[in-house]
Each structure stands twice: as structure tokens, then as C-alpha cells.
């Protein structure tokens, strides 16, 4: 009879235990999935709009920098990736949103910039467009294409769900 009871507890205490744990699979799951696709439109357009200022800085005689082609070629993409990242930051780690906050402040600077550059791509200051998207936004680009791609590793990846990898990593970070 005692080994029946125990049997059955321990039938019991496994189903429920089984049951418990793939809900809050599914849910880890799900969660994931929501964050994946919101960190992969961020990138694919924050991508589109650094490739908008590239084609444009690298001929710019091909498309007269007329008020109407400047927004059709980069202002709109600016837009759409600033408003995609307004969205979607809440699933960014602290340190990635504040690299797409730098990025698009610098990408939003290059613009009011690049609205004075001449048909030959020179600006004001007479340096030329390329070189001043060279010096300005690709740099900030490469590192938030970086963190972008550590937030689809990291949320991969199994120690996520074991351990709070980012609060490790930012007790270990010296102050400064």
C-alpha cells in the first residue's frame, strides 16, 4: 500500500512538475521570439538607413541633393529606423540602446549636416561627404551592428536562462 501511495505522489508531483516547467518554456519561448524579431527589424533598418547615407555620400553627382531626393533617400529611412528603435527598445539591453541612442543622434547630425553638401559632395567645411560619414557615423554603426548581434546571441543562448549574465557582467565593470 505505502509503495502504491508513493508511486502515485510521485506520478503526481512528475506530471504537475512536467506540465509546470513546459509552460514556462513555451512562455521563455515566446518571449524570445518577440525579442528576436524586434532586435532584427532595428537592425535591418538601422542597416538601411547607414546604407541610404552611404550610397548617397559615395555619388552624389548621380542624384542632385535636391530637398526631395535627400528625404526619399535618407531622411525617410532616418525615420523609419528611429521609430522602429522608439518601439522596440524595451527589449534592448541598457547598454546596446544607449550605442543605437548615440547612433542616431550622430546619424541625425550627419543629416542637418549633409542638407548644405554641394553636387560634387563636398560640404561647408570642406571636407568631403564620404569622409565625414567615414569619420562620424561609420564607426557608431559598426558598434551598434555588434551589440545587435550579441543581443540575438545572448538571447540564444542557454546560460540566459540560467544565469543573469548582464547583471555579472555589469558588477564586474570597473567604475568610471
Known amino acids: 500500500m505505502t509503495e502504491a501511495l508513493v508511486a502515485l505522489v510521485s506520478l503526481v508531483v512528475g506530471i504537475l512538475a512536467g506540465y509546470v516547467f513546459g509552460v514556462l518554456r513555451t512562455l521563455y519561448e515566446r518571449r524570445n521570439e518577440r525579442r528576436d524579431d524586434a532586435i532584427a527589424e532595428i537592425y535591418r533598418l538601422e542597416s538601411l538607413f547607414?546604407?541610404?547615407?552611404?550610397?548617397?555620400?559615395?555619388?552624389?553627382?548621380?542624384?542632385?541633393?535636391?530637398?526631395?531626393?535627400?528625404?526619399?533617400?535618407?531622411?525617410?529611412?532616418?525615420?523609419?529606423?528611429?521609430?522602429?528603435?522608439?518601439?522596440?527598445?524595451?527589449?534592448?539591453?541598457?547598454?546596446?540602446?544607449?550605442?543605437?541612442?548615440?547612433?542616431g543622434h550622430a546619424g541625425k547630425d550627419i543629416l542637418n549636416e549633409f542638407r548644405h553638401m554641394d553636387r560634387n559632395g563636398q560640404l561647408p567645411s570642406g571636407k568631403s561627404a564620404w569622409d565625414r560619414r567615414a569619420e562620424v557615423l561609420m564607426p557608431k554603426h559598426d558598434k551598434v551592428e555588434d551589440a545587435l548581434r550579441t543581443e540575438m546571441e545572448w538571447s540564444r543562448s542557454l546560460t540566459r536562462a540560467l544565469i543573469p549574465t548582464r547583471l555579472v557582467n555589469r558588477r564586474n565593470e570597473p567604475e568610471g
Open 50 to 103: 547607414y546604407h541610404s547615407v552611404v550610397s548617397w555620400t559615395a555619388n552624389p553627382t548621380s542624384a542632385p541633393p535636391t530637398a526631395s531626393n535627400w528625404e526619399l533617400h535618407c531622411r525617410n529611412p532616418y525615420r523609419e529606423f528611429t521609430d522602429a528603435y522608439h518601439a522596440n527598445s524595451i527589449w534592448l539591453g541598457s547598454d546596446t540602446y544607449e550605442l543605437i541612442k548615440e547612433f
